[in-house]
């Protein structure tokens, strides 16, 4: 079909993320008009259910009175302000102290920021500072792990571990290493149980860290469950052993919860499901359920405090984005947390995690899937040209995008991580919305099969 004017304006003045530009100039956008509860609908009139939250953000689905009425408030209230100096506004107060409420460790002070990205960056400025107010200049790298998502700014992007994110930009930049991705089903080795592969994760872990000096690395990031990486979920007990081989070299850990806090995984945060036990935290996303932009770094008292002992001679706390704190977006993050709270959406995932668990079960029983996995209610099916190798499709083949096209013209938004189809439905999604979601997939999967066997592929 034609495309419509949208569809045509789009095309002539916006620059798309993560998008093979020329192509769209044949196929157009889905130029979204409207969305409420799971469901979004198109300027065409077309509804689908939304089954990645956006990018796995609005938690709480799309048209929420209560966080509609909230932002009216703010915006008639104090539509703007910032908290640089010795300024400051309600909300960012407000949000600061429900967020040590809530933390999973021990946290002392907040700082906001506009995004997930800022956030992490942010991290790594603090270990920094961290590491210079300690006396120790050269305790400076950062490890993250190959598959990691952690964010676009040029050291969020370096953090990141997949080459899309570093090809064509020089990146990473230096102080930045990579050890390897807990995906057993796709690293483990022939015959390596779960406990094996751990261990060998811990030693190569350890391994890098002797090679580079336990001395010139500060930190190391992870996500609990890996988002954009092709959602991994690290067999049982590997966060205790890379934490003990962290541990032993003085090496902090970051969280990088962007995705997986505020319920996501069946607790209020990944690092309890997972049992991580970081020192500082990253949060963005369904920190307001994406009713609007907000990032967070959550820290404990010391690291707070190698500021306050230390301004004088390193400098005061020159790091603050004109957006950070902005009472609209920390009005809207008081609005989420209270309605997590109030509406109780963390036991309404855990209500629906046997169902999403058995339908994601039947998935990974597809001929197309060869490893289907979640946790809580993100999950992903890792689509391979056989089950019994594990061989992946010739990437040129697009297997996954035609998937999630396909799934996507049955009226269901999944997203195609390579060959890998991610799901992540709104937490307030209902029981029969949850089942129609995995239907539309399903049907999609079957016509995507049907593609593949026509034997047209490299
Ligand atoms: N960290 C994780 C785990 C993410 O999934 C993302 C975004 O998808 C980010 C960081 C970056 O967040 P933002 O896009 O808000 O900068």
Not at 306 to 318: I, K
Request: proline share 6%; with cysteine.
């Amino acid at each position: 079909p034609p495309l419509t004017n949208l569809q045509t304006r789009d095309i002539e003045s916006l620059l798309h993320p993560y998008t093979p530009i020329h192509q769209l100039k044949s196929t157009g956008t889905v130029v979204m008009g409207r969305g409420k509860g799971v469901y979004v609908y198109d300027t065409q009139g077309r509804g689908y259910i939304e089954g990645m939250s956006g990018l796995w953000c609005a938690g709480l689905g799309f048209g929420d009175e209560e966080m509609i009425e909230a932002a009216i408030e703010q915006m008639r209230t104090l539509p703007y302000y910032h908290i640089f100096g010795a300024k400051s506004s309600e909300p960012a107060i407000e949000l600061a102290e429900k967020l040590k409420e809530i933390a999973p460790v021990p946290i002392s002070k907040v700082f906001f920021t506009s995004s997930g990205s800022e956030a992490n960056d942010t991290q790594v400025k603090l270990a920094w500072y961290m590491n210079n107010a300690m006396g120790r200049p050269n305790k400076k790298k950062i490890i993250s792990r190959i598959k990691a998502y952690h964010g676009v700014t040029v050291m969020a992007a370096s953090l990141t571990g997949l080459p899309s994110n570093h090809n064509g930009w020089d990146l990473p930049v230096d102080r930045v290493l990579h050890t390897d991705c807990p995906h057993h089903y796709r690293f483990g080795i022939e015959g390596e149980s779960e406990a094996e592969f751990t261990a060998r994760m811990a030693k190569s872990l350890r391994d890098l860290i002797e090679r580079e000096g336990p001395d010139t690395i500060a930190a190391m990031i992870a996500e609990p469950v890996m988002g954009a990486g092709g959602v991994v979920i690290p067999p049982k007990g590997y966060y205790e052993a890379i934490q003990a081989v962290l541990a032993e070299h003085d090496i902090m850990l970051i969280a990088d919860e962007v995705i997986t806090g505020f319920g996501r995984t069946g607790n209020w945060w990944g690092s309890q499901t997972l049992n991580m036990r970081p020192k500082t935290i990253s949060a963005a996303k369904q920190l307001t359920s994406a009713y609007a932009p907000l990032g967070a770094v959550m820290v404990p008292e010391d690291v707070y405090q190698a500021y306050v002992d230390h301004s004088a001679t390193l400098g005061t706390f020159a790091h603050g984005f004109t957006y950070g704190g902005h009472p609209l977006s920390c009005a809207l993050g008081v609005k989420a947390i209270e309605i997590y709270q109030r509406r109780d959406i963390i036991g309404h995932v855990r209500r629906l995690m046997p169902v999403f668990e058995r339908r994601m079960k039947k998935i990974g029983e597809h001929p197309l899937v060869g490893e289907a996995r979640y946790c809580g209610l993100v999950g992903a099916a890792e689509l391979v040209a056989d089950k019994a190798s594990k061989r992946s499709f010739d990437p040129r083949n697009g297997v996954g995008p035609k998937a999630s096209k396909l799934i996507e013209e049955n009226g269901a938004i999944l997203r195609a991580l390579g060959d890998t189809i991610a799901i992540c439905p709104p937490m307030i999604i209902s029981e029969a919305e949850l089942n129609e979601l995995f239907d539309r997939f399903e049907t999609g999967l079957d016509q995507a099969e049907a593609w593949v066997s026509t034997g047209a592929l490299r």
